[in-house]
């Protein structure tokens, strides 16, 4: 399995990014695809995740009112719409996927990962 992320930059607070994770490799459908986030000094955490097998979005409660996750089984892709971007969202954002129907929030739990992309939310 490959991810490839893309998407990110750098955006006042208030604005929007879009992010972009492209699957190959496998079948997509049945995969959970996560996207988690690193900012400098912090651990990594998942914040939202679509099962494909269920065909369900899944948020932390931070991020629910502001972020829009959507998967495409035409293209592969998860889409991750991120608004009102605040300059606590700037971190490297990856994607990662895990084989199965359970979606979880926790990286030891997937088994693939992208290389990440920089998100920079200023002031």
């Known amino acids: 399995v490959q991810l490839v992320e893309s998407g990110g930059g750098s955006v006042q607070a208030g604005g929007s990014l879009t992010l972009s994770c492209s699957f190959s490799?496998?079948?997509?459908?049945?995969?959970?695809i996560g996207w988690f986030r690193q900012a400098p000094g912090k651990e990594r955490e998942g914040i939202s995740c679509f099962s494909n097998p269920e065909g369900a979005p899944y948020y932390r409660p931070y991020v629910r009112r502001r972020f829009t996750i959507s998967s495409d089984n035409a293209r592969n892709t998860v889409t991750l719409e991120m608004s009102r971007l605040k300059p606590e969202d700037s971190a490297v954002y990856f994607c990662a996927a895990r084989w199965g129907t359970y979606h979880s929030f926790t990286e030891d739990e997937y088994e693939h990962w992208g290389q990440g992309t920089q998100v920079t939310v200023t002031t």
């Open positions: 490799g496998d079948t997509f459908g049945n995969y959970v």
